[in-house]
């Protein structure tokens, strides 16, 4: 005799299946995220942005000779600019 999962679940802990959120483990949901996944490799989504962010920090660091700024930093798409009153002590 085989017992699902679920109606094993259900007897042990009636209150697991109850709850959750809007779509976890339902099938479409998967579907859709596998699909997203294939998308993301196929077009090859995250080299992509690897190489735009090179790109963007490449052209951020132009600005790193402002006296304004204090410091260019980041990692890949997001970058940050710290702009400052003072360069030598990086005062706000």
């Given at each position: ?38 998308i ?18 490449a ?11 204090g ?22």
């Amino acid at each position: 005799m085989t017992t699902s999962i679920k109606a094993l679940l259900i007897r042990v802990v009636p209150w697991v299946l109850g709850t959750g959120f809007t779509g976890s483990g339902h099938p479409v949901a998967t579907a859709v995220a596998l699909e997203n996944v294939r998308i993301i490799e196929e077009d090859k989504l995250v080299e992509h942005a690897a190489q735009m962010g090179a790109r963007l920090h490449a052209g951020l660091e132009s600005l790193a000779l402002h006296p304004l700024v204090g410091e260019v930093r980041g990692c890949g798409l997001i970058a940050g600019v710290e702009l400052v009153a003072d360069k030598g002590n990086k005062s706000p």
